[in-house]
C-alpha cells in the first residue's frame, strides 16, 4: 500500500502551529524549509535564520549551529532583518498567549 501524499501547505502550517505552542525542533524544521527552499518561493535566508534563531533561543543546539552557518552567508542587514522578524514574531506570539 502507497503512502497518501500530503500537501506541503498543509505540514508547513502544522509546523508553524506546533512552533507557536513552543516546540523548539518545529522551529529547526521550518529553519530548514526555508534555507533549502522547499516551497514555490525558493530559498529564503531571512526567515530560515529567523526561525533557528527562535530554535537557538529555545535551547537547540542544532539552531544555534545552522543560524551560524547561515549567517556567515549572509549581509549584516540582512541578519538585522531575519532578528527584528524573530522579536516581532515572538511577540506576537506572547501577545496572543496573554
Known amino acids: ?3 497518501p501524499v500530503v500537501d506541503q ?3 508547513l502550517r502544522r509546523r508553524l502551529a506546533e512552533a507557536a505552542r513552543g516546540n ?3 522551529c529547526f524544521d521550518l529553519g530548514l524549509h526555508y534555507a533549502s527552499g522547499d516551497d514555490e518561493d525558493g ?3 531571512i526567515e530560515a535564520h529567523k526561525w533557528f ?3 537557538a533561543m529555545s535551547g537547540d543546539a542544532r539552531g544555534q549551529q545552522c543560524r551560524a552557518e547561515l549567517a556567515a552567508e549572509m549581509s549584516a542587514s540582512e541578519i538585522a532583518e531575519a ?3 524573530a ?3 515572538l511577540s506576537q506570539k506572547t ?3 496573554a
Do not use: P
Request: cysteine-free.
Open 87 to 89: 522579536r516581532a514574531w
Open 24 to 26: 523548539a525542533d518545529a
Open 9 to 11: 501547505s498543509f505540514l
Open 43 to 45: 530559498i529564503d535566508y
Open 1 to 3: 500500500m502507497s503512502r
Open 53 to 55: 534563531n527562535i530554535a
Open 95 to 97: 501577545a496572543v498567549a
Open 83 to 85: 532578528q527584528r522578524a
